[in-house]
Nanobody
Framework: QVQLVESGGGLVQPGGSLRLSCAASGIIFRLYVMGWYRQAPGKQRELVAVFTSAGTTNYADSVKGRFTISKDNAKNTMYLQMNSLKPEDTAVYYC?????????WGQGTRVTVSS
C-alpha cells in the first residue's frame, strides 16, 4: 500500500520559515519523480517544486530563491524548506510521486502565512 504523509505545516508570520516533510512508504522511493504541489483557496493545484527524471530540480517562478526541495533516499523522505514566506504562499501543500503512469498524492499539509 502506497502512502505519502506530509507534515510540518502550520501558521507562520510573513517572512518566516517552515520545513515540510513527505514520508513515503510502499514505493521504491529513489525511482519515483517526486514533487511538491499546492492549492490555495479557490485556485487550482499548482506545481511548487519537483525533482525531474534527470535528477535536476524545477521550481515555480513564484518560489525561486525562497524554497528548496531536497530528499533523503535512505529515509524515503522528501523535504521542502520554505523561507521568506509570503501571504500568497498560503495553501495546502501536497506531496506527489509519479512513475510510468502511477500517480500518488498525500493528504496535504496546510500552510498559513499571516500576521
Amino acid at each position: 500500500q502506497v502512502q505519502l504523509v506530509e507534515s510540518g505545516g502550520g501558521l507562520v508570520q510573513p517572512g518566516g520559515s517552515l520545513r515540510l516533510s513527505c514520508a513515503a512508504s510502499g514505493i521504491i522511493f529513489r525511482l519515483y519523480v517526486m514533487g511538491w504541489y499546492r492549492q490555495a483557496p479557490g485556485k487550482q493545484r499548482e506545481l511548487v517544486a519537483v525533482f525531474t527524471s534527470a535528477g535536476t530540480t524545477n521550481y515555480a517562478d513564484s518560489v525561486k530563491g525562497r524554497f528548496t526541495i531536497s530528499k533523503d533516499n535512505a529515509k524515503n523522505t522528501m523535504y521542502l524548506q520554505m523561507n521568506s514566506l509570503k501571504p500568497e504562499d498560503t495553501a495546502v501543500y501536497y506531496c506527489n510521486a509519479k512513475l510510468f503512469g502511477q500517480d500518488y498524492w498525500g493528504q496535504g499539509t496546510r500552510v498559513t502565512v499571516s500576521s
